[in-house]
């Protein structure tokens, strides 16, 4: 079975610094991953993914994310958060299997990501 | 493209009652999952759904059913609700294909408060 921790519960951050929201995995299988973000009251919405190739992967919002496969690690960072980058943050992974093994994804617990002016 | 739809967004239900969600896909989608959000548990699979049958399970007690349409519409079903049944009930669409690969897409929610 596969399990998603992000370290982090809160992150609290000021307009225009960097941030990195940490997200840690464990599988015996190869897996895809993704990150998804859900704004107050309102659904998860895709960041970005990251399916075979390149390691770093860049999504919308200007976030990006870094596979490491030796540390489990797909951490995801933002050169400048805005105060609209409010949120919860969540980290997710899907197993990778052979035939028909339909789709579950299996999330971490996220990440509140709170900016200062 | 309209997104994937919820119905109904907010509902109250008391204990021992059953109620029943919807969601209606991405036009295309074959695939509907189904998740709990909870403070609590946070995000946990229920099941998924394609071609009308149930094609992935979570751990979650039989009070718990769905089914799929032909029109690839989904619902959920909780019979006897409980107090922890409360929850943000999300529903994910995606194109079927049965690759782990495949992004899912969600809707609003719809949440479910349990007295």
């Known amino acids: 079975a596969q399990s998603v921790t992000q370290l982090d519960s809160q992150v609290p951050v000021f307009e225009e610094a960097p941030v990195e929201l940490r997200c840690n995995y464990s599988s015996s299988v190869s897996v895809y991953l993704f990150w998804y973000v859900q704004y107050p009251n309102q659904g998860l919405q895709l960041l970005l993914k990251y399916l075979s190739g390149s390691t770093l992967v860049k999504g919308i919002n200007g976030f990006e994310a870094e596979f490491n496969k030796s540390q489990t690690s797909f951490h995801l960072r933002k050169p400048s958060v805005h105060i609209s980058d409010t949120a919860e943050y969540f980290c997710?992974?899907?197993?990778?299997?052979?035939?028909?093994?339909?789709?579950?994804?299996?999330f971490g617990g996220g990440t509140r990501l709170m900016v200062k002016p | 493209k309209a997104g994937v739809t919820q119905t109904p967004r907010y509902l109250i239900k008391t204990r021992g009652q059953q109620v029943t969600l919807s969601c209606s896909p991405i036009s295309g989608h074959r695939s509907v999952s189904w998740y709990q959000q909870t403070p609590g548990q946070g995000l946990q699979f229920l099941f998924e759904?394609?071609?009308?049958?149930?094609?992935n399970k979570g751990n979650f007690p039989g009070r718990f059913s769905g089914r799929q349409f032909s029109n690839s519409r989904s619902e959920m079903n909780v019979s006897t609700l409980e107090l922890g049944d409360s929850a943000l009930y999300l529903c994910?669409?995606?194109?079927?294909?049965?690759?782990?690969?495949?992004?899912?897409?969600f809707g609003p929610g719809t949440r479910l408060l349990v007295l």
């Open positions: 997710a992974v899907s197993v990778s299997l052979l035939g028909n093994a339909g789709n579950m994804l299996t």
């Open positions: 759904y394609f071609s009308e049958t149930q094609r």
């Open positions: 994910a669409s995606s194109l079927g294909a049965g690759r782990s690969l495949e992004t899912q897409y």
